[in-house]
C-alpha cells in the first residue's frame, strides 16, 4: 500500500462478521455481507475462512488471532 492510502477496519467488527460465517453450518452464510464485501477487496480472506471451516474452527479466537494478523501486517 502507498503512503497516500489507508484502509480502517473494525478488527473486533471484522472478527465477529468472520467468527460468525466460520461456524454458521448453512449455505446461505456464503450470501452475508461481509462475504461480498470481501469478495470484493480481499477475496483470500474468504479463502482462508473456508478453510477453518474445513478444519471446525469453532473457537473466536483462531478468527481474531487471523484478523489480526492480515490487519496489522506491514
Known sequence: MTQFFRIQVDEAALTDALFDFVTDPRSS??????????????????????SMILDGVDERHYVADYVHAVVNRQ
Open 29 to 50: 452464510r456464503n450470501d452475508r455481507p461481509v462475504v461480498r464485501e470481501l469478495n470484493d477487496v480481499a477475496p483470500e480472506i474468504i479463502e482462508v475462512c473456508e
